[in-house]
């Protein structure tokens, strides 16, 4: 299965200002997953990042707030602009397929905080 | 909401116990997956079932599918500490090509020495 390299694993951020986070894969795959996790929470999918094409975006989630970036099949940016103390979370990027025997991967995380 | 339920949002056990965490979704799946996390960190797949199996087994996991109930359970027996962690179940759909992970609410489990 694929191996992600998620950059930064923390960070604390002033309000108003924006964070990029990276996600490098070892191998090219065709769709990448950015989740939220809020404190005490579940992951709740942002966006499906397509190579050559826009992401999509989950209801509540707008790209204005979370511009991704998909440059070639090995790499993702999510961005989290203007941020606010509301953005504080942990952040992970995920790939996989749905017909796959193995189940799916995901980056260690970056553990947000706005201050 | 996107998510399915989970239950018991809690559960605190006894090492040398069983833990039974189980699973609701809302949509007709292509597979469901379940997943641990220790302490807010990455997540660690744990096995996967797809809609046509109904029973699977992995080490000391065991866990049902029931696509008429939409529903999933998952069963670790002789538990340990380590297997202190939250525990998540994941659906994808098969109206969904792209494969989109939708989790559910979470297990949170702990198991005293």
Redesign the interface.
Known sequence: SAVISQKPSRDICQRGTSLTIQCQVDSQVTMMFWYRQQPGQSLTLIATANQGSEATYESGFVIDKFPISRPNLTFSTLTVSNMSPEDSSIYLCSVGERDTTYGYTFGSGTRLTVV | S??GEEDPQALSIQEGENATMNCSYKTSI??L?W?RQNS????V????IRSNEREKHSGRLRVTLDTSKKSSSLLITASRAADTASY?C?T?SVY???????????TELSVKP
Do not use: W
Not at chain 2, 40 to 43: D, P, S
Not at chain 2, 45 to 48: A, G, K, P, V
């Open positions: 996107q998510q292509n597979n997956q997943y807010g960190r990455g997540l797949h744990l096995i996967l998540f994941a994808a969904n090509q792209g494969g989109k992970l939708i989790f559910g609410q979470g």
